[in-house]
């Protein structure tokens, strides 16, 4: 892989993805490319397509996945498989159309069956049942690979599939409503730390850039402490500790990102597809590769070393009532080392890095998210005015989906101010930053994508009406302000 070459890493803004730019940048690649949602949707077929035809990248990442906890995982099963499935399928397919010299596709461990001996090998694909509640992710894994494979045989390409296991460090997902075991352990403690320091300005910092259940910085102490003991951060018997689910036993795997981009580069740079299978065999199967460390920690040991690292005096609490989930998870890494390449970053000084990274980045800079909310506002009043400004609140640009005169007649509303001046009275507001048209019920995943909308807001007269977005972005319902409505105005205006 030539340093001008032009690359793509597809999910660049990804933990892996972000890792990749910068560890390629650090080498001395110098022609990258990458693209945003908005700029290029991989799931439709057409635009991807013609993105390799205008951009002939000559080596792909492809680390682009629509990716979820357990609850989005099993809840939006379809999305899952569809959207990663079309993620997958446009970009190996294109890549082998305009003769894409390398193309390395991520993975995951979840392809292997659940009652999977330890520590997993590459041979143990397709062995037995699948963890039920992310079935619909792992099989769109396991069909990336067999496409990579596939292709390679019939059309002689050079596709390579890693599946790499659990990963943390830089841009990992710190929001407790959603997180891994790592990145949640580390703000919880983080947080109790500054709570028995009485540290309320680095709190409020805290929240201020990810909220948690919409409780943010500007929200009081007693507030913050009541949302902060639902996720287990609690004073006991005056002293602050920390619950943990299960028991602590539970084993687990992690590598550092950057360690984990170090060795996709390495593949890219050192590996053929003709590398990773005997060429003896008749049939050719199990030709992914396994990326980890092959070590393994307790839960108990890596919430220790995290409170050792944060410099927690409190205790941790571990609930045997609450479920430890599997056991054991450990890749068996020898073929990734029989290929040349070994983990660099030890955990402890990974958990280091990635407690300064937080530090620095997430507590000083507040994360860039979008809002995005719908309404006629007819006869604009000030509770609309207040929820738009809690809104605003949640992130840093609040997107309005205004209903259009036609759809508010679909709707049989009787609007009494027509769509553009509604919409002038709206880009007036200074909590709103863009007005777009609502023409239809339907359109609101488009635009939730399109804007790349992290966090979509209604009221809470709407409650649960709007859960399917879960599948794509956060969803809060807020309360509506008490004692004014539009309908309520139109009736006093009838009356009049």
């Known amino acids: 892989m030539e340093k001008s070459a032009k690359i793509y890493v597809a999910g660049h803004r990804g933990l892996v993805g972000s890792a990749l730019c910068k560890v390629l940048q650090q080498k001395g690649y110098t022609n990258l490319l990458y693209r945003t949602h908005v700029e290029l949707d991989l799931t439709n077929q057409q635009a991807v397509e013609g993105f390799f035809e205008q951009e002939k990248p000559e080596y792909v990442f492809l680390a682009a996945a629509k990716v979820g906890g357990i609850v989005a995982n099993n809840t939006y099963r379809g999305a899952f498989i569809y959207e990663n499935m079309m993620i997958q399928n446009n970009v190996i397919h294109q890549s082998y159309v ?8 991520l993975g995951s461990t979840c392809i292997y069956p659940k009652e999977c001996p330890q520590p997993m090998r590459e041979d143990s694909l397709l062995t037995g049942p699948l963890e039920y509640t992310n079935e619909p992710y792992a099989i769109a894994k396991i069909a990336g690979i067999k496409m990579c494979e596939s292709y390679n045989l019939q059309y002689g390409t050079n596709f390579i599939s890693v599946m790499p296991t659990n990963l943390y460090g830089p841009n990992d997902n710190f929001d407790l409503e959603t997180s891994h075991v790592l990145p949640a352990l580390l703000r919880k403690i983080k947080l109790a730390h500054y709570l028995e320091t009485h540290n309320w300005d680095q709190i409020k910092k805290d929240l201020t850039n990810l909220p ?4 943010d910085g500007t929200f009081s102490n007693e507030e913050i402490i009541d949302v902060l003991s639902k996720y287990g951060v609690q004073k006991l018997d005056n002293k602050w500790v920390v619950e943990i689910w299960g028991t602590g036993q539970p084993l687990r795997e992690f590598l550092y990102s950057e360690d984990m981009a170090d060795a996709c580069i390495h593949i890219m740079e050192n590996v053929n597809f003709k590398d990773t299978f005997d060429p003896t065999t008749k049939e050719v199967r199990n030709t992914h590769i396994n990326i980890g460390t092959g070590k393994e920690i307790s839960i108990n040991a890596l919430a220790n070393l995290i409170k050792k690292t944060v410099g927690f005096q409190g ?14 998870k450990l890749t068996d890494v020898s073929k990734l080392n029989e290929l040349g390449w070994k983990f660099k970053v030890e955990l402890e000084n990974g958990i280091r890095k990635m407690y300064e990274w937080y530090q620095n980045n997430s507590m000083n800079n507040k994360k ?38 036609e759809f508010n007649e679909i709707k049989g509303k009787n609007c009494k101010i027509p769509y553009e001046k509604r919409k002038e009275l709206l880009e007036s507001i200074e909590y709103v930053d863009k007005v777009i048209p609502e023409s239809t019920w339907d359109q609101k995943i488009e635009d939730v994508k399109n804007n790349q909308a992290d966090i979509f807001v209604m009221g809470d007269d709407w409650e649960g009406k709007f859960d399917f977005l879960k599948a794509f972005c956060k969803v809060t319902y807020l309360p509506r302000t008490i004692g004014i409505s539009t309908t309520k105005l139109k009736t006093i205006i009838n009356k009049g």
Do not use: C, M
């Open 98 to 105: 305009h003769g894409v010299k390398k193309l390395l596709f």
């Open 212 to 215: 948690i259940e919409n409780v």
């Open 368 to 405: 860039s998210r979008t809002v995005i909310t719908y309404g006629t506002f007819d006869l604009l009043h000030y509770g609309h005015i207040e929820i738009l400004r809690r809104a605003s609140q949640l992130g840093n640009k609040l997107i309005v989906g205004l209903s259009t005169d």
């Open 315 to 328: 205790e941790l609490v571990f609930n045997p009532e609450k479920p430890d989930g599997t056991l054991r």
